[in-house]
T-cell receptor
């Protein structure tokens, strides 16, 4: 079953613009992770944010977490053509080691 | 490290045949996960192992599916007999500390087509 729902399902922006994707989830979490998947490839881990953190940065990525609203956002600044991919959020619940993935946002960067 | 290695990359088989998918995790990673990805259902966890022991197989769809991890460097996912609805991309992933501590490293996947 899917824990996370990403919004929007698809997003197209011009190169250089910022891209924002949102993730909502249903139950209490231990941490939330974001992954990228290029077409025909496996998923690549981008960033992990713990339930007691509110914001985290990694290069051009900025992730926020609002546990009261059960939501997270991923911001990619100064987008590049190479950022074209699907982006998934995944949640980890207390007491187990498995990740439950959301439905994904397909991001297209237009050169 | 070469990362998580899956084989084969593509598999086309006839309905009723046995299919075996293979995975070599990253050395030193204690956790191994098998996921299935389809357009309709997204990414679904099938089973995961900790230190070669199956911990949660609640996602295995039917008795036709079985998974083993005979040692720390090898795991298999077997489907017998295969059916067209098993067509999907199957991913193996490994993790040092599990989802509570770490991200996963995914393999490139096996695209299975059952005709």
């Amino acid at each position: 079953s899917q824990q996370g729902e990403e919004d929007p399902q698809a997003l197209s922006i011009q190169e250089g613009e910022n891209a924002t994707m949102n993730c909502s989830y249903k139950t209490s979490i231990n941490n939330l992770q974001w992954y990228r998947q290029n077409s025909g490839r496996g998923l690549v881990h981008l960033i992990l944010i713990r339930s007691n953190e509110r914001e985290k940065h990694s290069g051009r990525l900025r992730v926020t977490l609002d546990t009261s609203k059960k939501s997270s956002s991923l911001l990619i600044t100064a987008s590049r053509a190479a950022d074209t991919a699907s982006y998934f959020c995944a949640t980890s619940n207390f007491g187990n080691e498995k990740l439950t993935f959301g439905t994904g946002t397909r991001l297209t960067i237009i050169p | 490290d070469a990362g998580v290695i899956q084989s084969p990359r593509h598999e086309v088989t006839e309905m009723g045949q046995e299919v075996t998918l293979r995975c070599k995790p990253i050395s030193g990673h204690d956790y191994l996960f098998w996921y299935r990805q389809t357009m309709m259902r997204g990414l679904e966890l099938l089973i995961y192992f900790n230190n070669n022991v199956p911990i949660d197989d609640s996602g295995m769809p039917e008795d036709r599916f079985s998974a083993k991890m005979p040692n720390a460097s090898f795991s298999t996912l077997k489907i017998q007999p295969s059916e067209p609805r098993d067509s999907a991309v199957y991913f193996c992933a490994s993790s040092l500390g599990g989802a509570a501590l770490d991200g996963y490293t995914f393999g490139s996947g096996t695209r299975l087509t059952v005709v």
